[in-house]
């Protein structure tokens, strides 16, 4: 696909929202929240000493020094995101917290229990989901309804 049909889609989506009952506009804050929250909310156990021992279990190096980095990244990444300012941003360092997390903390091609390859097979796959979320944010920006929005009618 050209860079301009990209570019099309990408004005006919934003028409759509444009064009459609005033209530929608309210969706993509509601994503963004509902998406990149969940960082900000869980962030807070990386920086406590059981998070990075649990780290340590699961064979991430320097996980004394890396793990507070990654609730750092999250934090600003989550709260980037969630508040629409400079959202693409925020939405690469959530990639640069998910990827490493997703490759060392849900490893599930290394454990031999079933049950738990079968759940840490979950969250891998959940991660990236959350990735691909993250890559829509890169490509669209924040929306509606966020503080890079604003900045753009000034």
Known sequence: MSTSMAAQEARS????????????????????????????????GDFTREGATFAAQQGVPLSGVLVPLAGLISVAGGLSVVLGYRARAGACLLMLFLVPVTYWMHNF??????????????????????????LLIVYFGAGPLSLDARAHRK
């Open 13 to 44: 989506a934003a028409g759509a929202i444009a064009g459609s009952p005033t209530w929608t506009r309210y969706l993509v804050p509601l994503g963004r929240a509902a998406f990149a929250g969940v960082f900000v909310i869980f962030a807070p």
């Open 109 to 134: 091609w290394a454990i031999r229990d079933p049950m738990m390859a079968q759940m840490q097979f979950g969250f891998f796959m959940a991660n990236v989901s959350r990735i691909g979320g993250a």
